[in-house]
């Protein structure tokens, strides 16, 4: 969506609670008390109302704009802006392009709405022909100090698997010249570089059926075994950048957007965010 579309569809806070409505009502809503999917809509509330127990549930109850009092616009345009460019926004721009007071609250919308697309990319697996490398990002664990929230942690360099959905072009006619087409892509933090850490990774994020293009590290001898085909070559460095292209652009943006990524724990596994 273009931005003129964007504030023609979303012009108001109205607009953007009824679209909000409209999702959940596609999605279901559940009473937390006594499991209902049945609800009565209190336009006068903005809440739900279980037919069963009478429990009201809020418009915001159970999403990523749980516990939050910030309008549902500034939510609508940090999703946009986010999602509609191909560069990111630091906290610090966004609250300066919403003109808002506070830092603090900023910040938490915008590692929420992070923390939900990162959980969004569970749900799928990369398919095709697939290019698959490490890299090595500087990031920080948040400080565990609760009086502190935003207080820099420990820097190091941690090692992510990428994987990048990237098809062959026969005619080479790509744009910026490249003999292969980006599809989606993934980067998973990784505690080390074991073939068996690689290996049950790939496992999880790739479909069965894929190809994989990669290196001949001794980290991915395992990898013929989870997926259909494995072509591993031998790549001098100064030709990695051709031959696995997708993936080190994908490395060289990120570390370009952000100078310092922070680490998340997430149901015992870590993500950038």
């Keep these: 969506m273009k931005l003129f579309d964007f504030v023609s569809e979303y012009p108001d806070e109205d607009s953007c609670k009824l679209k909000f409505k409209a999702i959940r009502d596609k999605e279901g809503v559940f009473c ?38 910030l309008p549902f616009r ?18 610090l721009e966004l609250q300066r392009q919403l003109g808002h007071k506070y830092y603090e609250p900023i910040w938490g919308m915008l590692h929420k709405i ?24 500087t990031t920080e664990r ?22 990048a959905e990237s098809k062959e072009v026969k005619e080479k006619t790509t744009k910026k010249g490249k003999p292969r087409r980006v599809g989606y892509i993934k980067m998973q933090v990784i505690e080390n570089l074991k073939a068996e850490t690689i290996t049950n990774q790939v496992k999880k994020s790739v479909s069965k059926d894929a190809e994989l293009l990669t290196d001949d590290s001794t980290s ?3 990898l013929s075994k989870v997926v259909k085909q494995h072509k591993a070559t031998v790549i001098p460095k100064e030709n990695v950048g051709e031959v696995l292209p997708w993936v080190h652009i994908a490395i060289s943006n990120a570390k370009r957007m952000h100078w310092t990524f922070i680490i998340i724990q997430s149901r015992n596994s870590y993500k950038v965010i």
């Design 32 to 69: 937390r008390k006594c499991g209902g999917k049945d609800h009565y809509w209190k336009k006068d509330k903005w809440q739900y109302e279980c037919k069963a127990c009478r429990t009201r549930t809020t418009l915001r109850s159970d999403t990523v704009m749980h516990g939050s009092q």
């Design 74 to 91: 500034y939510w609508f345009i940090a999703i946009h802006l986010l999602t509609a460019t191909k560069k990111s926004f630091s906290a």
């Design 114 to 137: 992070r923390l939900s697309m990162g959980k969004r990319d569970e749900k799928y697996k990369l398919a095709d022909e697939i290019e698959l490398d490490e890299g090595f990002l």
């Design 142 to 163: 948040p400080s565990e100090n609760k009086n502190s929230k935003l207080k820099r942690g420990r820097q190091k360099k941690t090692k992510v698997l990428v994987m």
């Design 220 to 222: 991915y001898v395992n």
